[in-house]
């Protein structure tokens, strides 16, 4: 069985810190993008960051960039996100999802949710003013 399990999320004051792990079973880690999402309310799914654990291509989203950083343990299976100086507007339920290894679409357009082929539970992170 496929799984992606994230852990991390938490409550947090703005301009704190806290790091998003993703754990994955079941796939073959090396052949897909391991990419992490996030949903606040009355807001769409959105790309923050993702890895290629293939070609160590990396990418994020304007909102982020300078702030998170996406990295990855091989030997674990496991996809961190570490998130510095939050934000209240970072506050989201945070998915960490497997794309294909190949996927030509940025994990930040909107179009990469399509592409998506297992999403884990979520984890909430709430940024407090």
């Known amino acids: 069985e496929v799984q992606l399990v994230e852990s991390g999320g938490g409550l947090v004051q703005a301009g704190g810190s806290l790091r998003l792990s993703c754990a994955a079973s079941?796939?073959?880690?090396?052949?897909?993008?391991i990419g992490w999402f996030r949903q606040s309310p009355g807001k769409e799914r959105e790309g923050v960051s993702c890895?290629?654990?293939?070609?160590?291509?990396?990418d994020y989203a304007d909102s982020v960039k300078g702030r998170f950083l996406i990295s990855s343990d091989n030997a674990k299976n496991t996809v961190y996100l570490q998130m510095n100086s939050l934000k209240p507007e970072d506050t989201a339920v945070y998915y960490c999802?497997?794309?294909?290894?190949?996927?030509?679409?940025?994990?930040?357009?909107?179009?990469?949710?399509?592409?998506?082929?297992?999403w884990g539970q979520g984890t909430l992170v709430t940024v407090s003013s």
């Open positions: 079941g796939i073959a880690f090396d052949d897909y993008v």
């Open positions: 999802a497997a794309l294909p290894g190949g996927i030509q679409v940025r994990c930040t357009a909107v179009a990469a949710l399509m592409y998506v082929e297992v």
């Open positions: 890895i290629s654990r293939s070609d160590g291509r990396i």
